[in-house]
């Protein structure tokens, strides 16, 4: 069974950073995509960013040109560069992988807390 486990949430202040990592029990090989959702409290989880195994990256409106996601090859990780976070930013982050074939992103992490408050 495919694990994805995620790393670097915490407690922050609003114009911070933060960075996530997120790291397969096999390779990010094994997905042809990759992506990072949020949920906050009392709402439904939704997608941040994804990235493909080409590289090409999507981005929701909210957080874009202040987060970045990313591949890492050698380290066998995906990452979610976060910067200029904001109170609305809090929420658990959740990893997930979508394999070839799946129409949706089919493998998940346990998610990380990211809180961003003063």
């Known amino acids: 069974q495919e694990d994805l486990v995620e790393s670097g949430g915490g407690l922050v202040q609003p114009g911070g950073s933060l960075r996530l990592s997120c790291k397969p029990s096999t390779t990010i090989f094994a997905f042809v995509a990759m992506a990072w959702y949020r949920q906050a409290p009392g709402q439904q989880r939704e997608l941040v960013a994804s990235?493909?195994?080409?590289?090409?990256?999507n981005y929701a409106d909210s957080v874009k040109g202040r987060f970045t996601i990313s591949r890492d090859n050698a380290k066998n990780t995906v990452d979610l560069q976060m910067n200029d976070l904001k109170p609305e930013d809090t929420g658990v982050y959740y990893c997930?992988?979508?394999?070839?074939?799946?129409?949706?992103?089919?493998?998940w992490g346990q998610g990380t807390q990211v809180t961003v408050s003063s």
């Open positions: 990235i493909t195994k080409t590289g090409t990256t």
């Open positions: 997930a992988g979508r394999r070839a074939g799946s129409g949706d992103f089919d493998t």
